[in-house]
């Protein structure tokens, strides 16, 4: 019985206490950030000082995004979730002429909590209608089997 409870102290103090930080993204953001002037840096400086960007916006090549996110691992008792540590994103606008027009740092107090809202939308036609019958002799052209020959 001692030798058991040996071993199983042994097998405890073998564990890790350290917590697992996951990275995703560019590091030291909010660093970078402060070395980048407005009506002075270019694409090129911005390119130089944080390195390419994490998003370009698809409606506008002037408008640029750098992620940085840290999730880290709370205990052992918790069976691996998560906890967002650090959650960095910068939004830099450049004018025309590849020229920082604005800069903005969002952190981890920025983000918003999303409430998910459980109701359905009701459709607006009746089964009645040209487009119910429609849709219900498509269904059901859908949900028919298939005839093998």
Known sequence: MYKLIIIFFIFISACSNNKVVNSHGLKELSKKYNKIEISKS??????????????VSLFDENLWFFIERENVNQSVFKLGKSKIQKNDVIEIVFNDYGIV???????????????IIKESTNKSYGTNSPIGKFLKSMEQKLNSPKNRR
């Open 101 to 115: 027009k604005t800069k903005k740092i969002y952190d981890l107090n920025d983000m918003n909590d999303l409430k």
């Open 42 to 55: 270019n694409k090129n400086d911005v390119i130089n000082i944080i390195g390419k960007p994490s998003s």
